[in-house]
């Protein structure tokens, strides 16, 4: 990797250039964007709402989905283990295995995976295909993610990097709010096999715009582990990947089996349980707008503020949420707070790594991955074997870990 100098103070900061950071990238990004920017741009935002509406997806078809294959709803959770502990490891090593291919080729190709994935979970017809299925997914979506903020920068100009990775994660704020809530509702009327199978139709739609738009974007240099390795060793990465790694299993936990929750507990048909978790989906647009300004005023508070967040909603569904009133109510709530998280988490742990943003993204990436996994884990024993209530106690458990975390946080 190359390396280059940036001054901040009279003082020197080495830091390793990221992969996909072309020369050419002009210092100053223009004022407006040519229609051909704007177009490839969009095509990335349609790739991330494939890729994470495919893995938001088993939130709203757990129940029948555990049913048509004969196995409990704790074993069939374990789709969402599957692709986050593939995920997980790809985060790490996709940027090394693929060498010097272009760029392009690599995401067209990590779409066409994401459609072949989505296809073979919808026609698995026992749980070991369906594994195989959402851990080719697993793959497609880290390496998208850890291949995005260096593609965008390459195609609007590093200082308007941040406009263009708004856009694209709009398509993660959509999925949000559309996945579970519609995959419930086609899963009843149609069945979960149809609702999977139509994630790979967007996943296509997502390919075809990036092959018509995206440019040509030939690899400028190969990159090494050694430099994210390196960054483990500093403390505040060290608290940063822990805060991830609590809040996330948490959140997790009780995520991939609230549908039983609601159904077992509130006692929601489908019906009202799409429309719970679009409301979820609502707030959690609304939380990530309400944690970006408020991680750029105060990271600590915005931590502190997103775990107590979560840990008090979830616990009021534990205590109150047999009430259809404050089951939505208190299920908004969490999705309040998650929307707080994907900007507030990433944040906090990057503070102590100005120099080395990308390697840092790598780290938080493996740490939602392994988060994503054990909270699948976990919560699929627990609801297994205490019952609907028990993820979502340990969801209230672990923010609270969280949120002591953050307390214990020095000031910035």
Not at 76 to 92: D, E, R, Y
Not at 200 to 214: I, K, P, R
Not at 219 to 233: E, G, H, Q
């Amino acid at each position: 990797m190359t390396d280059t100098t940036l001054q901040l103070n009279d003082t020197a900061i080495d830091i390793e250039a990221p992969d996909l950071e072309a020369p050419d990238l002009e210092a100053t990004a223009p004022t407006t964007w040519s229609a051909g920017t704007w177009c490839a741009v969009l095509s990335m935002a349609a790739a991330s709402f494939a890729l994470v509406s495919a893995e938001f997806l088993p939130a709203g078809l757990l129940t029948p989905m555990a049913r048509d294959l004969g196995i409990s709803e704790g074993t069939a959770g374990q789709v969402v283990t599957a692709t986050a502990s593939v995920g997980a490891v790809t985060a790490l090593f996709s940027n090394v295995l693929i060498g010097r291919l272009n760029r392009k080729a690599v995401l067209v190709g990590l779409s066409a995976l994401a459609i072949a994935s989505n296809i073979l979970a919808a026609v698995a017809t026992d749980f070991w295909l369906l594994l195989l299925g959402r851990a080719g997914l697993g793959i497609a979506l880290s390496a998208f993610w850890a291949l995005s903020v260096a593609v965008i920068a390459r195609l609007v100009g590093a200082s308007a990097t941040g406009r263009g990775m708004a856009i694209v994660t709009l398509g993660v704020s959509l999925a949000t709010i559309a996945a579970p809530s519609m995959g419930a509702l086609i899963s009843d009327w149609l069945g979960w096999r149809t609702a999977m199978a139509m994630t790979a139709g967007l996943a296509a739609v997502a390919m075809l715009l990036q092959f018509l738009s995206l440019p040509t974007l030939p690899a400028t240099t190969s990159n090494s582990l050694a430099d994210v390795f390196r960054l483990t060793r500093r403390r505040g990465i060290q608290i940063g990947m822990l805060a991830i790694l609590l809040l996330m299993t948490g959140h997790f936990a009780g995520l991939v089996y609230v549908r039983p929750f609601l159904e077992q507990v509130t006692l929601l048909a489908t019906g009202p349980i799409a429309l719970a978790l679009l409301g979820f989906g609502v707030a959690a647009v609304i939380g990530n707008i309400a944690g970006g300004r408020l991680a750029d005023a105060d990271i600590r508070m915005a931590l502190v503020a997103t775990a107590g967040l979560m840990g008090f909603a979830a616990l009021a569904l534990v205590l109150w949420g047999v009430n259809i009133v404050a089951a939505f109510s208190f299920a908004t709530l969490w999705g309040f707070a998650f929307g707080m998280a994907p900007v507030v988490l990433p944040t906090n742990l990057s503070r102590a790594a100005p120099d080395a943003l990308e390697a840092a993204g790598s780290l938080m990436v493996t740490s939602f991955q392994v988060a994503i996994t054990i909270g699948a884990v976990v919560g699929g024993y627990a609801v297994d074997t205490y019952g609907a209530t028990a993820p979502l106690t340990l969801t209230a458990l672990l923010a609270a870990s969280t949120l002591v975390l953050a307390l214990l946080q020095r000031r910035s």
